[in-house]
């Protein structure tokens, strides 16, 4: 019954006017970016994170949240129409969405996709209520110790989500790690790293880091192809499903929701992998497996449910350890630190109306979505029109307003400007920055939790294998590394990324 | 001796460097002992496991049986949108929100390869009109929006 008074709770923050009203901005900018290629999540809650210093804590983040899932519905949408991924998570959706399409199903598969995205948003809702609190009480009984290993853990876990090199993503967390240390050191007052710059003395920007390493290099990178979209033109009809193709996609989408919801929870999960892997799931599944790639409605159905449960649930381990357990999260854990909530189990008892009130949100979010998504879709369609020449000036003119406004100073957008290049210099380096942004956001935690475990254990490092937890995810983080060391899942996950 | 895989090369290269700036820089912070751990010893730890990454690279970038390109890079792109950026940066202060908006995106367009003038002064019209009603008006961020009266310089 506790649950019951808590999301009550949260429903009496949620439904604010003012709550509301940024809970639909996020989600319809959500779309809006999901919807254009070469924009994303990250990028864009980099971007808009200025702009929301003025408001509430909870108004922020109802916002940032809603651009995240808001992003998993529009991103199918390019993919059925364009077949160009509008979302990274949606690159799945492509081979079946686009098939339909072509065939003169566009708009059944918009419909699943939206469907299947909006029971999954439920089913995750209810997760995150339910798994919360007990998260949250397990997790104050951590000391130093746990917390250490905890946050090994959950970077080894961003391993597992960067393509490519095994070696090369362990030295970008390590990388991000010593950006993290820049700054006064809190323990004893030193300055790190600061090379004298007085700006430096509270340590890089998250929001310079951030817009640097996914704003600007992307932006770059983009221009450096000269690719054109092929929109296709025939006008959409036929929403409605047939009932044969509910009966097919139905089993899909429980599958989607299901799996979406546990990968989330995952360090390392979210919605890209959940999205691949409901893919492989449904094709091997299916009793025609050679229908896959040809306008399968299940190849549609699966991997939309699975992105946005996944989405969803991978705010558990943010909000209830204090873990982000994928780079978007990891944008929200900054939102939350600027802000000045410290992400973790504290989250629900100091800030229970924050806390539900996100969670409810993200319900009543995708209520807007579902409403609005469909009847929507002629204005998304027609925003893809918009020529990338004239976009991205756009985009470079809120990054450099935001920036000036988070301090009020043009250090930072210089220093934007080198966290850009060093973004670009990775790039072509094939250095994923996913961990590396990871790394910066866990490292001051990380070195606190490591000091103070070492200090109760009087310089004894065996702490972390004699605490029974802490050895549990010493032992879990380093069987996932040689999972992904592994030839055989290697082959598997490279193909999962190249497919 | 032949490179074989640039990119590991490259990468180890830069790890080495990163590796072994964060010692060398470590080294002038009290470092302590494992048990009171001073301000230096977990980025010296830190620097030690990214030069030894790096070490590892370079070594496979040397003798990797998986032979690769060394990558290809664009100047115009990178040079073009980070000049705009610092551009930007400098000449904020002074010039104010106007017209240092018109210029990044003039500037900034100019570094995609189906730049139009015209165009462009359209685009930069449009979004210094959408700034100024979007910050200037609604969220009220304080930052200067016309140019400072005796060219003041930061």
Redesign the interface.
């Known amino acids: 019954m506790e649950l019951l008074s808590n999301l009550a709770l949260g429903f009496q923050t949620a439904v604010s006017p003012m709550n509301l009203l940024y809970c639909l901005v996020g989600a319809l900018i959500g779309t809006l970016i999901g919807v254009l290629p070469g924009i994303g999540p990250v990028q864009t809650i980099a971007i808009l994170l200025p702009?929301t210093f003025?408001l509430p804590p909870v108004s922020a983040l109802i916002m940032l949240a809603g651009i995240y899932y808001g992003a998993q519905y529009g991103g199918s949408t390019t993919s059925i129409l364009v077949n160009v991924p509008g979302e990274a998570s949606s690159v799945v959706t492509c081979l079946d969405g686009h098939q339909m399409a072509r065939q003169g199903r566009g708009g059944a598969a918009l419909t699943i996709a939206a469907l299947g995205s909006f029971v999954a948003g439920c089913f995750a809702t209810v997760v995150l209520a339910l798994l919360a609190v007990p998260l949250a009480e397990l997790a104050f009984r951590f000391g130093p110790a746990e917390y250490f290993s905890l946050m090994v853990f959950g970077l080894v876990g961003s391993v597992v989500l960067a393509s490519g090199?095994l070696?090369?993503a362990?030295?970008m967390i390590?990388?991000g790690?010593?950006l993290g240390?820049v700054g006064t050191?809190v323990?004893?007052g030193?300055h790190?790293?600061t090379f004298g710059i007085p700006e430096l003395a509270d340590g890089v920007g998250f929001v310079s880091l951030a817009m640097g390493l996914f704003g600007?290099c992307d932006?770059?990178t983009s221009?450096?192809k000269?690719e054109k979209r092929d929109i296709l033109k025939s006008r959409l009809t036929g929403f409605w499903l047939s009932r044969r193709e509910l009966r097919e996609a139905a089993p899909a989408v429980v599958r989607g929701t299901l799996l979406g919801s546990l990968l989330g929870i995952l360090p390392g999960g979210g919605a890209i992998i959940s999205s691949f892997t409901a893919y492989m799931i449904e094709k091997k599944s299916s009793r025609r497996p050679e229908s896959f790639g040809k306008g399968n409605i299940c190849g549609v159905a699966g991997p939309e449910s699975a992105n946005n449960a996944a989405a969803q649930t991978s705010f558990v381990p943010l909000l209830t350890l204090g873990i982000p357990p994928n780079v978007v999260l990891a944008m929200m854990a900054g939102a939350m630190m600027i802000h000045g909530i410290q992400p973790g189990p504290r989250v629900i008892t100091s800030n229970p109306a924050l806390f539900w009130g996100v969670i409810v949100s993200m319900w009543v979010g995708n209520l807007m979505l579902i409403l609005l998504n469909l009847p929507l879709i002629g204005i998304w369609v027609r925003l893809l029109t918009v020529?990338?020449?004239?976009l991205?000036?756009?985009i470079?003119?809120f990054?450099?307003?935001g920036l000036?406004?988070v301090n009020?100073n043009?250090?930072d957008?210089?220093l934007?400007?080198l966290c850009?290049?060093l973004g670009?210099?990775l790039h072509?380096?094939?250095?994923e920055p996913a961990p590396l942004i990871l790394g910066f956001v866990l490292g001051p935690m990380m070195?606190e939790n490591?000091?103070r475990a070492?200090?109760l254990?009087?310089?004894d490092?065996s702490v972390f294998f004699t605490r029974p937890l802490s050895l549990a995810f010493l032992v879990l983080a380093l069987l996932l590394l040689i999972a992904v060391a592994l030839p055989g899942i290697r082959r598997g996950r490279d193909k999962a990324f190249t497919e | 001796m032949r490179i074989r895989n640039p990119t590991d090369f490259l990468t180890g290269l830069l790890f080495l460097f990163f590796g072994a700036a964060a010692m060398l820089l470590s080294r002038g912070l009290t470092l302590g002992t494992a048990a009171k751990m001073g301000p230096g010893y977990f980025p010296f730890a830190l620097g030690a496991l990214l030069c030894a990454l790096g070490g590892f690279l370079l070594a496979r970038g040397v003798l990797s049986a998986a032979a690769g390109g060394w990558p290809s890079l664009q100047i115009k792109p990178l040079f073009v949108i980070l000049s705009s950026v610092v551009l930007f940066s400098q000449i904020l202060n002074p010039l104010g929100l106007l017209l240092s908006t018109a210029l990044l995106v003039l500037l900034a367009s100019a570094a995609s390869h189906e730049f139009r003038w015209k165009e462009a002064l359209i685009n930069a019209a449009v979004l210094v009109g959408i700034v100024l009603t979007v910050f200037v008006y609604f969220l009220e961020f304080q930052i200067p929006v016309w140019p400072a009266p005796g060219g003041r310089g930061m």
């Open positions: 702009t003025a090199s070696i090369k362990v030295g390590v990388v790690l010593l240390m050191d323990t004893s030193a790190r790293f600007i932006i770059i221009l450096e000269r020529p990338y020449r004239l991205y000036p756009a470079l003119v990054c450099c307003i000036y406004s009020n043009t250090f957008i210089g934007t400007a850009g290049l670009y210099g072509k380096l094939e250095c070195e490591l000091r070492m200090l254990a009087r310089g490092p």
